[in-house]
């Protein structure tokens, strides 16, 4: 299993104490910030997968205007919203304007939550290797490409229905 990068953000010491505490493995590094600019500066300066941001940051901006302006520099982070307000208004705006991964409310279930990160690192994690054999394969098939033209015919198989090749 990769070692994934989460970011937590929540201006309350105790919440990113427990948060910490409840999401720490060994295939996990954890940072934590207090407010919108120590999250800033942990995403320009470290590797960050997943973050997991409280709506009410204090002064200056709230949680989805933060990971709006983190993940408009970063698309790959996936993002997930922590509240102690059940406000649908709040949850469509996160949605439609960072593509929030889930909104949780508090106080919320340590276990749900253990399983909600698993699956949105997985969920990132085939994301990246989608990606990557997109590429591998598109590179693949401009040197078959390559190949046949400078070779015609040379990409051209015949099979019989065992599905062995024949020569000519």
Known sequence: MALHHLLIIDDEPEILNVLSR???DRHSDIKCGQTAQEALTIVDNSPVDLIICD??????????????????????IICILLTGYADIKIAMEAINTIGLYKFILKPWDNDELIITVRRALEQRDLILENRHLAIELKQRQEALDL???ENPGIT?????????????
């Open 22 to 24: 409840v999401l720490h």
């Open 156 to 168: 051209k198989i015949k099979r019989d229905k065992g599905g062995r090749i024949i020569l000519d």
């Open 55 to 76: 709506y009410m940051l204090g002064p200056g901006l709230n949680g989805v205007q933060l990971l709006e302006k983190i993940t408009k520099k970063k698309k790959d």
């Open 147 to 149: 190949l046949e033209k």
